[in-house]
Every structure is written in C-alpha cells, then in structure tokens.
C-alpha cells in the first residue's frame, strides 16, 4: 500500500497546459479503470475533478482532462486558470475496496 | 444535495480512544461502500479503512489494523470510526468519503489531535 508518485510541484502562466503524472503498480494504476482525482484549497475539503480516468463530474471545466497507459495516469489542465492553483491527488482503486492515494502536487500559477 | 457531516473528533493523549461519526443524506445510503480518508497536517491525503454498503466487510491500512474499527448503522446512515490505542503519528483530519464514487461523496472532516 504504497502512496502513487506525483510530482511536487508544477507551475505555469494563465493560459498555459500543465500535466501532472500519477505513477502507480500494475496491483493498482495499472489493474483498474479507477482512477480520480481531487483538487484541493488550502483549509478546504477534497473535490472530485476527474473519475474512471477520464471521466468530468457535472459543473467541471473541460480544461481538466485525463488519460492512462500502462501505470501511469496523467491529469492536464489546459487554459491554466488562476483559480486553479490548488493540490491535486490522484486516487486509484487496489482491488477489495482498497484505495490509494497520490503523494500530491502543488500547482503554481505563475 | 448529497451530505456527509463528521463529528466526534479532539485532542485526546497517547493511548486513548475517540469515536468519529459521519451523518449522511441525499443519496441512498446502503448503496454506497464508505471510506475514511486522513490528512496529516502539511501532508497528503491516505486512505484508513473502508466498509462495504451493507456493513458486511470491512478492510484498514495495516498501520490502524487491530487499533480501529470501522462500522455503518444503515437505518441512521451513519458511519463510525472507533480509534483506540491512538498514537500521536494519527493526528489528522479525518473525512468521511467515497473515493471511487462518480458523485465525489465527501465530507468537511473532523480533526483529530493525539498529543500529551
């Protein structure tokens, strides 16, 4: 049950694309279609802003998107807004109810 | 308006137990697996335990195994957390949640501070 590797930290100007990686095990990323991920503010709860990989839950921008291959999962923000500095986590499903989580990655709008 | 609500958390010493609550409305209840999910202050988000919708299994992280017990009263839809044996490393805010759900069920959460 080891976190998923994220990067710290990304950062980009307004407008900008940025990508955040998410690289699991073939026992997680890599076994399931279930990946999420969550953006959170500071002093804020976790949102959901992706889930099943590529999947935008109603009221999300479709500047977030999502991709997999193999064990990585990979979270892009296009159009980099200033409101989106946030942390991100990514979440897999591990099989019998288990899941995992990201180590999280600051994003930094330049 | 789905809504997970916690309650029960507080400073509590080394040793010593705490039982968190999560109240929920707006979905159906019994449908749902539920998780609680930790934050650590400064740190990142870790899954703790999980309970299937009808309360018939239950699965923890090994670091709470045999220490917490996690358990649902479907006819309250209410979701507990009993943590004995608490240890300062367990100091977090804790959040009710569903992880995988496509609906993002996730409550504002309850701190959780193990100190002397």
């Known amino acids: 049950q080891s976190a998923l590797t994220q990067p710290r930290s990304v950062s980009g100007s307004p407008g900008q694309s940025v990508t955040i990686s998410c690289t699991g095990t073939?026992?997680?990323?890599?076994?399931?279609?279930?990946v999420s991920w969550f953006q959170q503010h500071p002093g804020k709860a976790p949102q959901l802003i992706l889930f099943e990989v590529t999947r935008r839950p109603s009221g999300v921008p479709d500047r977030f998107s999502g991709s997999k291959s193999g064990n990585t999962a990979s979270l892009t923000i296009s159009g980099l807004q200033a409101e989106d500095e946030a942390d991100y986590y990514c979440?897999?499903?591990?099989?019998?109810?288990?899941?995992?989580f990201g180590v999280g990655t600051r994003v930094t709008v330049v | 308006e789905v809504q997970l609500v916690e309650s029960g958390g507080g400073l509590v010493q080394p040793g010593g137990s705490l039982r968190l609550s999560c109240v929920a409305s707006g979905f159906t209840f019994t449908n749902v697996a539920l998780s609680w999910v930790r934050q650590a202050p400064g740190k990142g988000l870790e899954w703790v335990s999980a309970?299937?919708?009808?309360?018939?299994?239950?699965f923890y992280i090994d670091s709470v195994e045999g220490r917490f017990t996690i358990s649902r009263d479907n006819s309250e839809n209410t979701l507990y957390l009993q943590m004995n044996d608490l240890r300062v490393e367990d100091t977090a805010m804790y959040y009710c949640?569903?992880?995988?759900?496509?609906?993002?069920?996730w409550g504002q959460g309850t701190l959780v501070t193990v100190s002397s």
């Open positions: 949640a569903s992880p995988g759900s496509r609906k993002g069920y």
């Open positions: 073939s026992s997680d990323v890599g076994a399931y279609n279930y």
């Open positions: 309970i299937r919708g009808d309360g018939r299994s239950t």
């Open positions: 979440c897999s499903y591990a099989g019998s109810y288990i899941y995992v």
